[in-house]
């Protein structure tokens, strides 16, 4: 009885150390798929991270690429804008301004002998005149020269300048109606205007010329207006 006794309870240590030990067992088939799946994600994850690396520096590249094209033609183009520009100036200069300068001579120097010698038809028909006088052709050249200072949008520049030939033309105008009614005394007034007015044209224009092109000499020749006044564009000079 002792015999079986002791047999009976080497069997139950025994089967309880078996119990209690777990034989590792070697990976399923679903874990192999497991594993080969997430080194499959991370290859992918690799990719992916790489190609985007790859596109970003491309992308970048490409963006300092165009990024210089785009700096260096807006270069070119304000220096074409400068030298169109410059060219315009010139060619209005040597157009326009000789045709507006024998006017300004003109005025200065013939039109107050010809009020005193009572020649008022002889003005009269100066200013009226749309074209083919020296008069006419000195406000057609002073409203055209203006424009050379701008180029696609019109500048606060050719806005002086046209609002100093507009003053100069509606002085003129005076000059006439007063001559037609033989005001003389009215007539020398607004002859007076229209002399500051082109004098005031010729110094804005001046300031404006290239540094080697000569200066307008206005009325006055190269002198200053005789007297001073608000050159802005809402302003009475």
Not at 126 to 144: L, P, Q
Not at 168 to 182: E, P, Q, V, Y
Not at 231 to 237: M, V
Request: hydrophobic letters at 35%.
């Amino acid at each position: 009885m002792k015999v079986v006794s002791t047999f009976l309870f080497a069997a139950s240590i025994m089967m309880t150390t078996t119990s209690a030990y777990i034989i590792p067992q070697p990976p399923s088939s679903s874990s192999k798929s497991t594993t080969c799946m997430s080194t499959s994600n991370d290859i992918n994850k690799a990719s992916r991270q790489s190609r985007r690396s790859m596109l970003g520096k491309s992308l970048k590249t490409t963006f300092l690429a165009v990024s210089g094209i785009t700096l260096g033609l807006s270069h070119a183009a304000e220096e074409v804008k400068a030298e169109r520009t410059l060219g315009t100036i010139t060619e209005s200069y040597n157009r326009y301004v000789p045709r507006m300068v024998k006017g300004f001579r003109y005025l200065a120097d013939d039109v107050p002998k010809l009020i005193e010698n009572g020649e008022y038809e002889t003005v009269i028909n100066e200013i009226v005149a749309e074209k083919g006088t020296t008069i006419s052709a000195m406000k057609g050249t002073m409203r055209i020269f203006a424009t050379a200072f701008s180029d696609s949008v019109v500048t606060q520049s050719t806005r002086e300048l046209q609002l100093a030939a507009l003053k100069a033309s509606n002085s003129l105008d005076m000059l006439a109606t007063f001559l037609k009614s033989g005001d003389k005394d009215g007539a020398l007034d607004a002859y007076g205007q229209a002399v500051y007015f082109c004098q005031v044209y010729s110094e804005l224009a001046n300031s404006l010329l290239p540094l080697k092109t000569d200066p307008i000499p206005g009325p006055q020749r190269t002198a200053k207006r005789f007297k001073e006044a608000d050159n802005s564009i809402n302003g009475t000079f």
